[in-house]
């Protein structure tokens, strides 16, 4: 059992002020302070998934603070929390990576402002978050409807880059362009999303493409041909590099999905665990071209995978 079905099945005070909670399964939780202000609360940590110490820094913090852009909602501040071995103070290398955080949190305008360390062998890195949104606002991963059209706002692999650079195999130049995917704050695609009237979002990391689309309560129908990929991590797929996490995901989702004409590898590549990737977005389609204009000159295009049905059923299609 994953941690957030053990917290959605906890008994929870009722407080009407809490908007979101633990059995939401939504990217961050949201407690109304006032009719029009909302407190949004998330937390994320992991170990390193790239050599460079200054860019795992910077992932983790873009990482951390993506739930809260996922909620429509505006980061505050942040306080840090570290894992790392005691005898491996001297290095220099913690301060590059709080360094790396610490300016990446700068950008999100969102001052680190504490945090906890503990000593541990391997060493962990990340946020927890607090931000703010309009209540009446705030978009969740629920609220979906049908004939919505589904966007995506990053490529997808992530994770099978950070397996092969674990592994020493992973090209320099994907393994770059995986660290600026990484790196990049997921703020412009939220306000973009809010201003051209989204039903519902999450933010695409762990539980990979599709495990994210079923978080969204609705039948949904993709197509692989639009979904958007790293370059030249097919290559990396072919070797069969997937993570771990990648592979659970594509387990969790048997009798879940309809894998209309996909193959084993492709299937895989859309259940890839990813960090710090894009957002999700369902939004109607009269709004459409307003939300791709809004996103014009962002790294990479915005894509368009596909709708939301009303069957209920989630189909991936070739």
């Not at 680190?112 to 360390?117: L, P």
């Not at 609220?143 to 880059?161: E, F, N, R």
């Not at 369902?282 to 809004?294: K, N, V």
Request: proline share 5%; net charge negative.
């Amino acid at each position: 059992m994953e941690l957030g079905q053990v917290l959605g099945s906890l008994p929870l005070l009722q407080d009407p002020n809490v908007l979101v909670g633990a059995g939401s399964r939504d990217d961050a939780a949201v407690y109304r302070i006032a009719d029009d202000r909302a407190l949004v609360a998330t937390v994320d940590f992991f170990t390193p998934i790239v050599d460079d110490p200054r860019a795992f820094g910077s992932i983790a913090a873009a990482n951390s603070v993506s739930d809260v852009y996922a909620m429509g909602g505006k980061p505050l501040f942040a306080l840090s929390v570290l894992a790392w071995p005691r005898d491996n103070m001297a290095t220099g290398i913690l301060e590059q990576i709080v360094a790396g955080g610490a300016a990446k949190m700068v950008e999100a305008g969102a001052p680190v402002v504490g945090g906890h360390s503990i000593d541990d062998a391997e060493p962990k890195f990340g946020y927890a978050v607090v931000g703010e949104v309009d209540p009446r606002r705030m978009i969740t991963n629920e609220g979906a409807q049908t004939g919505d059209l589904l966007y995506l706002t990053k490529p997808l692999c992530s994770g099978l880059v950070a397996t092969a650079i674990k592994q020493g195999v992973c090209p320099p130049a994907l393994a770059a362009a995986a660290t600026v995917l990484m790196t990049h704050l997921n703020k412009h695609a939220a306000e973009a999303m809010v201003a051209a009237g989204a039903h519902a979002a999450t933010d695409v990391t762990g539980y990979g493409l599709i495990g994210h689309l079923v978080n969204l309560k609705v039948g949904a129908e993709i197509e692989l041909s639009h979904v958007p990929f790293l370059d030249g991590v097919r290559d990396l797929a072919a070797r069969d590099l997937f993570p771990s996490g990648s592979r659970r995901n594509h387990e969790s989702l048997a009798g879940l999905v309809h894998w209309d004409g996909l193959g084993l590898e492709d299937q895989l590549l859309l259940c890839d665990a990813q960090t710090s990737g894009g957002l999700l977005v369902a939004l109607p389609e009269d709004r459409a071209s307003e939300f791709e204009q809004l996103l014009e000159g962002s790294p990479w295009p915005v894509a368009r995978i596909g709708r939301v049905t009303d069957d209920g059923s989630i189909r991936a299609r070739a």
